[in-house]
C-alpha cells in the first residue's frame, strides 16, 4: 500500500504564488511516474504537471511557463511551484503516484488552491 499526503494549499490573490508538496510512503522502490492534477468546480480532473517513468516532464499548455514540478526522490516527495496564479488555477489539486512495485494507482486526498481578490 501506499498513502499519499499533499500540502501547501490555500487562499492566495491573482499574481501570487503557492508551493504544494505531495509526500509518499508505504511500499515504494525505485523512482516511479508521479504528478499532479486538478479538478476545478463542474469539470473533469486534468493532467496539471507529471514526471513519467522516464523522469521527463509534461506540463498542461495552460500551466507552461508558471508551474515547475519538482522531486526529492530520496524523500519520494513531489513538489509544484506555482506562480503568476491566476482565478482559473482555482481547483482542488491532487497529487498521483504510479507504483511500479505493485501496479497501483494510487491517488491523494486533494488540497484546495483558491485563487482570489
Known amino acids: 500500500q501506499v498513502q499519499l499526503v499533499e500540502s501547501g494549499g490555500g487562499l492566495v490573490q491573482p499574481g501570487g504564488s503557492l508551493r504544494l508538496s505531495c509526500a509518499a510512503s508505504?511500499?515504494?522502490?525505485?523512482?516511479?511516474?508521479m504528478g499532479w492534477y486538478r479538478q476545478a468546480p463542474g469539470k473533469e480532473r486534468e493532467l496539471v504537471a507529471r514526471?513519467?517513468?522516464?523522469?521527463?516532464?509534461n506540463y498542461a499548455d495552460s500551466v507552461k511557463g508558471r508551474f515547475t514540478i519538482s522531486r526529492d526522490n530520496a524523500e519520494n516527495t513531489v513538489y509544484l511551484q506555482m506562480n503568476s496564479l491566476k482565478p482559473e488555477d482555482t481547483a482542488v489539486y491532487y497529487c498521483?503516484?504510479?507504483?511500479?512495485?505493485?501496479?497501483?494507482?494510487?491517488w491523494g486526498k486533494g488540497t484546495l488552491v483558491t485563487v482570489s481578490s
Open positions: 498521483r503516484l504510479q507504483n511500479v512495485y505493485d501496479a497501483g494507482d494510487y
Open positions: 508505504g511500499s515504494i522502490f525505485g523512482i516511479n511516474p
Open positions: 514526471f513519467t517513468s522516464g523522469g521527463i516532464t
